[in-house]
């Protein structure tokens, strides 16, 4: 018989589930606000601890959105940078994956937020731009750069320029999020995200793919 039992004390699991609880009050509190209307006691109390707790944990407000940066949106790039790693079938399945995977792991949640918070206040929160701009949209972009040269190099897509068809990919995917936290809860007509990037993904795809090689005449 096991009779294991978690003897750690109430108030010590407590303590260390505080970050992810603090991590993810931040996050909806940044979403619904923007990072400058924020304040640190709000996000203290929505996570249910004083202020000073927070401050155990994170400096200022700037830390703090950085961590919540790294915690909820960082992990999809890894996953995308994994999956193009380790993919070995054709690149057109490849792309599918990869697109479909960022809305999964990102698009569905409250972190696909960000990205219009970060377009909004980077005017006035330069650092914070550039931190984003460092760890998100560099790697991000370099991730789908990585797919289509191995579709080019493999002759899965045509020869394109892999810088402006890496924003082509982006830019979609992008205005997807900024409609959910912007106009889409007041639209009449709903768009149906799934949808919206399959219809997508086979326009691209349609553009990309080599022209289908001429069967060969027969002799006569």
Same mark, same amino acid.
């Given at each position: 018989?096991?009779?294991s &039992?978690?003897m #750690?004390?109430?108030?010590?699991?407590?303590?260390?589930?505080?970050?992810?609880e603090?991590?993810?009050?931040?996050?909806?509190?940044?979403?619904?606000r923007? &990072?400058?209307? *924020?304040?640190?006691?709000?996000?203290? #109390?929505?996570?249910?601890?004083?202020?000073? *707790?927070? +401050?155990?944990?994170?400096?200022?407000?700037?830390?703090?959105?950085?961590?919540?940066?790294?915690?909820s949106?960082? @992990?999809?790039?890894?996953?995308?940078?994994?999956?193009?790693?380790? &993919?070995?079938?054709?690149?057109?399945?490849?792309?599918?994956?990869?697109?479909?995977?960022?809305?999964?792991?990102?698009?569905? *949640?409250?972190?696909?937020?960000?990205s219009?918070?970060?377009?909004?206040?980077?005017?006035?929160?330069?650092?914070?731009?550039r931190? +984003?701009?460092?760890?998100?949209?560099?790697?991000?972009s370099?991730?789908?750069?990585?797919l289509?040269?191995?579709?080019?190099?493999r002759?899965?897509?045509?020869?394109?320029?892999?810088?402006?068809?890496?924003?082509?990919?982006?830019?979609?995917v992008?205005?997807?999020?900024?409609?959910?936290?912007?106009?889409?809860?007041?639209?009449?007509?709903?768009?149906?995200?799934?949808?919206?990037i399959?219809?997508?993904?086979?326009?691209?795809?349609?553009?990309?793919? @080599?022209?289908?090689?001429?069967? @060969?005449?027969?002799?006569?």
């Open positions: 018989m096991d009779c &039992f978690n #750690k004390p109430r108030w010590e699991r407590r303590k260390d589930a505080r970050p992810q603090l991590l993810a009050a931040a996050l909806d509190l940044f979403v619904e923007g &990072f400058a209307s *924020t304040r640190l006691e709000d996000v203290a #109390k929505r996570a249910g601890v004083s202020k000073g *707790t927070l +401050y155990l944990y994170f400096t200022n407000k700037e830390e703090l959105f950085k961590a919540v940066v790294r915690n949106v960082v @992990p999809a790039i890894d996953a995308a940078e994994e999956d193009i790693a380790g &993919f070995s079938g054709h690149s057109a399945e490849l792309l599918r994956r990869v697109v479909h995977g960022w809305w999964e792991r990102m698009g569905q *949640t409250n972190a696909s937020g960000i219009k918070l970060v377009m909004a206040e980077a005017g006035n929160f330069p650092d914070l731009a931190f +984003y701009q460092e760890e998100v949209i560099v790697r991000g370099r991730a789908f750069a990585r289509l040269e191995r579709a080019v190099e002759g899965e897509f045509r020869p394109v320029d892999i810088n402006v068809m890496t924003q082509v990919l982006i830019a979609p992008l205005m997807l999020m900024t409609w959910k936290h912007s106009i889409g809860p007041c639209a009449h007509d709903k768009l149906d995200p799934a949808a919206f399959d219809s997508f993904l086979d326009m691209a795809l349609n553009g990309l793919l @080599p022209p289908a090689a001429p069967a @060969p005449l027969l002799a006569p």
